[in-house]
């Protein structure tokens, strides 16, 4: 098996969250069953959305220390649950010698699997993973539409990942709310591009289907871990070029 | 703040549970609120049960590999949410120029601090624990006595703890059965000894107080990390003597 390295702590229920997803996906078992993990649950992390809206200090020194803790504690590659960190992802994949999986991509695939005709696809995300434009560059050249909520909208978005991060897990009225909105202006599909949102929204109650990027995220991960996958499986996008070959 | 690491893996989803402690007992806050935690989910080390009976290898190479690991990526303290491992407790302390809780330690404080007048106290936890009597000598120092499950009955707890390392989380009833023959032998309190007994035991259930192992670590933990307590002010037994001055 390959040692999964988690860098996390963005925030620390949604890590929590991740974590749960890769033991449950796994299924019964003994201890030794489950792949090794080593979490970097890096909660001093500069928050991501002020840095790109610039009100805020530069995450990028903390991201590539964090990932670095990780290889040199024996991690075979990397998953970050946390969509707005993607915006750094470069940074940190030049930092070390191990792959650092591409969470947008790995939604945006489970996005062309789950529902490969929906064109117009809602994105609930943080401020800063919208503004950087991660999720609509790959959705279009997937020939999909992204959708964002409108301004007020994606301000009561942030207010509800904000309540999340301080605790209040549960269904949240606010991101209910929005998504319903993104379907209205058509979206099809909503992408719950924030690992916050799946600890706050309850996606029985919407008419769309919904992609979950961390369910994507840990799916991807598992399946490198059991070497079910090799890294030259992984669909273009989810690794540098310069990844190892298995 | 402190950057808390953690040794688990043993199993996965006790580790979950004490991570998720560990953010609850915070409340609520933002992400740079929580205490950084590097979380080593170590799970191929050896049974430990089976190496203290002698049916298996030893797994303290492999422990003392997982604290290296966690002091080396920047842990200021180490925490072990596994009871059993605690028979290797030394070993690890050597291991690493930084101090390691004693989970069995903050327990028998924890029995002190709430049931202060019971005598009797029952242990649940595996075959390994109970065989090296790492509670049986905190217990009887505490002026207490501790009650163990006959043999038929801590087979069937090893079965439940085998039940929920393979995913079977939620009320076991021969955890429930045992505790109950626990107290009809006398026990005024149940230790829950194992850390996966909490994922298995309705405490509510049982007419005497529970005093959980894993609560009492994750306390100490978090107070250490938030710096409400410096490593002089834990109780004794609860660390090396070589510990840092703080």
């Known amino acids: 098996m390959r040692t999964i390295g988690v860098l996390g702590g963005m925030g620390p229920a949604a890590t929590l969250d991740f974590y749960g997803r890769l033991i449950d996906l796994l299924g019964a078992g003994s201890d030794e069953q489950h792949p090794p993990c080593l979490l970097n649950s890096a909660t001093q992390i500069p928050d991501r959305t002020n840095h790109i809206v610039g009100v805020g200090p530069d995450p990028?020194?903390?991201l590539v220390e964090g990932v670095m803790v990780l290889e040199a504690g024996g991690a075979d590659f990397i998953?970050?649950?946390c969509n707005t960190a993607h915006a750094y992802l470069e940074a940190?994949?030049?930092?070390?010698g191990i792959p650092v999986l591409d969470m947008i991509a790995a939604a945006v695939a489970a996005v062309r699997r789950d529902v490969p005709d929906a064109r117009q696809i809602g994105i609930l995300a943080t401020t800063g993973t919208l503004t950087t434009g991660l999720?609509?560059?790959l959705l279009r050249e997937a020939g999909s539409e992204?959708?964002?909520p409108k301004e007020a909208d994606q301000a009561s978005v942030m207010e509800a990942i904000h309540s999340i991060k301080a605790g209040n897990i549960g269904p949240d009225e606010r991101l209910e709310r929005t998504a319903m909105t993104l379907v209205d202006l058509g979206a099809?599909?909503?992408i719950m591009g924030c690992t916050e949102i799946p600890l706050g929204l309850d996606t029985e109650r919407l008419p769309v289907k919904v992609v979950d990027a961390t369910q994507a995220l840990a799916e991807m991960t598992l399946s490198l871990a059991l070497e079910?996958?090799?890294f030259d499986d992984v669909p273009v996008g989810l690794l540098p070029e310069s990844s190892p070959e298995t």
């Open 146 to 148: 992204p959708l964002h």
């Open 92 to 96: 940190m994949r030049e930092a070390v």
């Open 228 to 230: 079910e996958l090799g």
């Open 79 to 81: 998953a970050i649950p």
């Open 135 to 137: 999720y609509d560059r």
């Open 60 to 62: 990028t020194p903390a």
């Open 188 to 190: 099809r599909a909503i």
